[in-house]
């Protein structure tokens, strides 16, 4: 059978397509909140319904995979279950469905695929790494590299030694491709390119990473299992059985919803059915899953520090407003660790001043486009792909003045960590960023990189 329900999402310059393998089937809710008597769908039918709950109120749940398309590469974002296999669950052994015809259907011959990008090592998102030929598993994307999660891979073999089974797809799924030297085992902050890189996001096993996707200001994150149904993201707190660690799941689905709450990015279910993407909106306590995207927030402070900072009778202007905005997505796309989406917040003539002893690397006016190219590019290359993360702690505008706290943190590329607090001096103008002064211990910073006088 072949199962031609393709579905394309644009993002900027990257396209998104869906490959279902396994329509949705009921899930009992007593597969994934075992001894939970009442329903816990039930509270949250009006907006789960139809889509994500059969007619009976049952949770639905579909295996696929995307394939992410930017202007550069070709990528296979999980692999489903796969045919021939013997698995644990009588539902998934020895199938036999049409998934690479599908494949090929939608324009994506196995061969034309550049990268696998592993959410994480379960057996049904790593299946179709092989296919079988001659009574031998063989690599499925000969010319791929495949991107497995370091934490997963250690993980996978200590449960193979342990004989759980959740690693008996070990020798036909992953083994091979390592056999085959198409595996390269990477962090789960690992960046791909420009527009596609790794986000953690562990729980539901120890290296899970979703797959977040960046082109021309446009955002979209592919899950993987730290959801399973949108169920969650009305009771984000409470245990999953599928998850490995469930308190830790529990945190990450939080800090997820938090951080992409309100239209910020479409979020695309791994195993959501179809429509199978939306947004995370705010509902009572927590979030609910909504297929359009909320209205744009214009003037509005966005993050939760802007809330803290203000209340409701702010004497602030629409101006001001604006410009708390502005440096909140400034410092979120730093985070990001995209430079290119960086230059929309600067003019040729801004200027970046960190407020450091003339010793410490970086010391300075950098200005226009040398601000990414010769400042920032190469400080960020000193750590991991990445970091360092910037978190903000207050901020406060006032006229064109916008002036904050934050701590930046991360790992550096020789595996000490960085931690620093820092103020920050805004001047924006017409909507662009012009002056940057930021203040920091610059004792710490050039003991840390060895140029302490
Ligand atoms: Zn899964």
Redesign the pocket.
């Known amino acids: 059978m072949t199962v031609k329900s393709f579905k394309r999402w644009k993002i900027g310059a990257v396209t998104i397509t869906r490959i279902v393998e396994t329509p949705s089937i009921a899930s009992p809710q007593s597969l994934m909140y075992p001894g939970e008597i009442e329903s816990v769908v039930q509270p949250h039918v009006e907006w789960l319904a139809p889509h994500f709950l059969t007619p009976d109120g049952e949770m639905l749940i579909a295996?696929q995979c995307f394939v992410v398309e930017t202007p550069s590469r070709r990528i296979m974002v999980?692999t489903c279950i796969g045919n021939d296999r013997k698995r644990h669950f009588d539902i998934f052994n020895d199938m036999h469905n049409a998934f690479i015809e599908d494949l090929i259907a939608a324009g994506y011959p196995p061969e034309t695929i550049d990268t696998v990008m592993c959410t994480?090592l379960?057996y049904?998102?790593v299946g179709w790494n092989t296919h079988l030929a001659g009574g031998k598993w063989i690599p499925t994307f000969p010319n791929a590299r495949y991107l497995f999660g370091r934490d997963e891979w250690e993980s996978i073999q200590t449960l193979a030694a342990e004989g759980d089974w959740h690693a008996e797809h070990l020798p036909d799924s992953l083994q091979p491709i390592v056999d085959a030297g198409l595996a390269d085992f990477v962090e789960t902050n690992h960046r791909l390119c420009d527009e596609v890189w790794f986000e953690p996001t562990s729980g539901?096993t120890p290296g899970h990473a979703s797959v977040h996707i960046f082109s021309e200001g446009e955002e979209a994150v592919i899950t993987?299992?730290l959801m399973?149904h949108p169920v969650q993201c009305a009771i984000p707190h409470k245990h999953s059985a599928?998850d490995h660690d469930k308190d830790q799941a529990c945190r990450t689905r939080v800090s997820f919803l938090s951080k992409y709450e309100g239209g910020r990015a479409l979020i695309v279910g791994?195993?959501f059915p179809g429509p199978t993407a939306g947004y995370v909106v705010r509902a009572e306590k927590n979030w609910r899953f909504d297929i359009d995207r909320p209205e744009p927030r214009t003037g509005i402070p966005v993050s939760k520090v802007q809330a803290q900072n203000h209340s409701e009778d702010s004497q602030m202007t629409t101006q001001e407003k604006q410009n708390e905005h502005l440096v909140v997505e400034f410092f979120e796309t730093l985070s990001s660790g995209n430079l290119e989406a960086l230059r929309s917040y600067i003019d040729d003539d801004t200027t970046w001043e960190p407020m450091v002893s003339e010793n410490v690397p970086g010391a300075g006016v950098h200005k226009g486009n040398a601000i990414v190219d010769e400042f920032i590019g190469p400080v960020r290359n000193l750590f991991v792909s990445g970091d360092p993360k910037v978190k903000i702690h207050s901020l406060v505008a006032a006229g064109e003045k916008v002036m904050c706290e934050t701590r930046a943190s991360g790992a550096l590329s020789d595996g000490r960590r960085y931690d620093n607090v820092y103020a920050w001096a805004f001047a924006i103008r017409n909507g662009r960023i012009k002056e940057i002064r930021e203040y920091m211990d610059s004792a710490y910073v050039a003991q840390l990189f060895g140029t302490a006088s």
Request: negative net charge; glycine residues 8%; charged residues 25%.
């Open positions: 295996w999980d994480h379960h049904d998102h539901h993987g299992d399973h599928f791994s195993h």
